[in-house]
């Protein structure tokens, strides 16, 4: 097979490396792939499908690139991901610049249907089981030469009222660990020295297939693999953090002291209506042990304002909460109601009044961050250069995580891309930390 195929991933991680599988598996066809809009033979566009902000960048992408096909740019559209999954009835039906619609549990069928629209088929729909197991194909690394994600799990069962991930994604399903620790060391064996490990819910791993959180054990291993020199942890629930998870990691150096564990709100009538397990009284035991527990742990997390339950008292315990906890980083949203979800039934803020409540919530998080960085001034940090820009280098440490913490600039010479370096915190311009190489 021949031919040019631009790959335009949006959403999370867990999308980025099912569009890492679907470029493998492309290119393993024969096909060429590439990140290029233009001068190509067909676009795959893996979109995000989970709140209103990313149905929105998907829909605009789309239209844009319906567009530029109207112009020659390309000849074929395919989307695939969360938003295929969602509206799989709509999309073509409302949508003429799409060719074929590939949901969630179809990924691997995208050889076939790549073929199919490049012969001249229309109006393609791949449907499959979201239920399935999990699918272990290889990937193309698009995120760097000295780290990539690895999933740990797919799907989720939590039902959160405001989520609509297990409709799209499935029940949460495990990988085997063997698979997993061949993927690490294959991974490592290229040069990767740091693995980022997502899943919807990565406390829960091995639950379904051992019976057992098996996290901690899966960590020792993935420590065991002399090349990799950084794990880190996205996405842990709060109430599964047990003390074997926290021992494992305050024990283990190659286990970043990073922690992101989504707790969205700390009113506890928000958390019971957003079924939530566990109370705001128990999210501030868990976040003082943390720190008491693991040297300098820097805790990554996210909260929804506006979420129905939450009034004037309700959200200014958030801010309370923010003010004193000084979580270092935090994500802010604006919750808006998703169809399908227990939540939307129920009663809420109009969407500008849950909107200047995440922006009051940012001003607050703005402070904390910049507060952060100001008292790392003088540390000595291990920095992993991530490239050039502007004629400096940047990089980052155990506390910023690839493309939602921001990076360190670095000042020294001779200093190379994917390779780690001891420096010193100087400064902090324009609330990004300035170190030089020791």
């Known amino acids: 097979m021949t031919g040019t195929i631009g790959i335009v991933s949006l959403g999370c991680a867990k999308n980025l490396v099912n ?54 740019s390309f000849r074929k559209l395919i989307i695939t ?18 060719d074929a619609v590939v949901g969630v549990g179809s990924f691997e069928d995208i050889v076939e249907t790549v073929s199919a629209v490049l012969r001249g088929e229309e109006k393609i729909v791949k449907l499959g089981d979201i239920n399935a197991p999990i699918s272990e194909t290889k990937r193309i690394i698009t995120t760097s030469a000295a780290w990539a994600y690895i999933k740990v799990a797919e ?7 405001f989520c609509i991930i297990p409709d799209l994604r499935g029940k949460f399903r495990s990988r085997e660990m063997d698979n997993i620790l061949k993927e690490a060391r294959e991974l490592a064996e290229r040069g990767v020295k740091e693995l980022i490990l997502v899943a919807q819910d990565t406390t829960r791993y091995g639950i379904d297939i051992y019976g057992k959180r098996n996290l901690p054990e899966l960590l020792r291993a993935l420590c065991e693999i002399d090349e990799l020199k950084w794990i880190r942890l996205h996405y842990l629930y709060p109430d599964d953090i047990s003390e074997e998870l926290i021992d494992t990691i305050a024990s283990n150096d190659k286990i970043l002291n990073y922690i992101d564990m989504p707790i969205q709100h700390i009113n506890n009538n928000v958390l019971v209506k957003m079924n939530r397990r566990g109370n705001g009284a128990e999210v501030r035991e868990l976040i003082a042990k943390l720190k008491a527990r693991i040297p300098g742990v820097v805790i ?10 939450e009034g004037e008292r309700e959200f200014d315990e958030l801010c309370q909460f923010l003010k004193s906890a000084k979580i270092e980083r935090a994500g802010v949203f604006a919750y808006s109601p998703e169809e399908g979800t227990p939540a939307a039934l129920m009663e809420c803020v109009d969407s500008d009044t849950a909107q200047d409540r995440a922006e009051y919530l940012m001003d607050i998080q ?63 311009i324009d609330g990004e930390p300035v170190g030089e190489v020791i």
């Not at 991901?81 to 799409?98: A, H, K, Q, T, V």
């Not at 990554?300 to 339950?309: C, D, E, K, N």
Request: hydrophobic share 35%; charged share 25%; proline share 2%.
């Open 81 to 98: 991901g969360c938003l295929s999954e969602r509206y799989r009835n709509e999309m073509l039906d409302e949508m003429p610049e799409i």
């Open 300 to 309: 990554r997390t996210s909260v929804i304002a506006g979420l129905p339950g």
């Open 366 to 428: 703005s402070r904390v961050i910049d507060e952060f960085n100001d008292s790392r001034i003088g540390n000595v940090v291990t920095v992993l250069i991530e490239g050039e820009r502007d004629g400096q280098h940047y990089g980052r440490s155990y506390a910023e995580s690839p493309d939602v913490d921001g990076y360190i600039t670095v000042q020294g010479e001779k200093v190379k891309a994917n390779e780690f370096y001891t420096i010193r915190i100087t400064k902090v």
């Open 19 to 72: 569009t890492e599988q679907m470029m493998y598996l492309l290119a393993q066809a024969g096909y060429t792939v590439s990140g290029e809009t233009k001068g190509v033979d067909a676009i795959i566009v893996n979109t995000c499908g989970f709140i209103d902000s990313a149905k929105i960048e998907a829909i605009d992408t789309i239209i844009e690139l319906g567009k530029a096909r109207d112009n020659g």
């Open 155 to 161: 799907g989720c069962d939590n039902r959160c009222a």
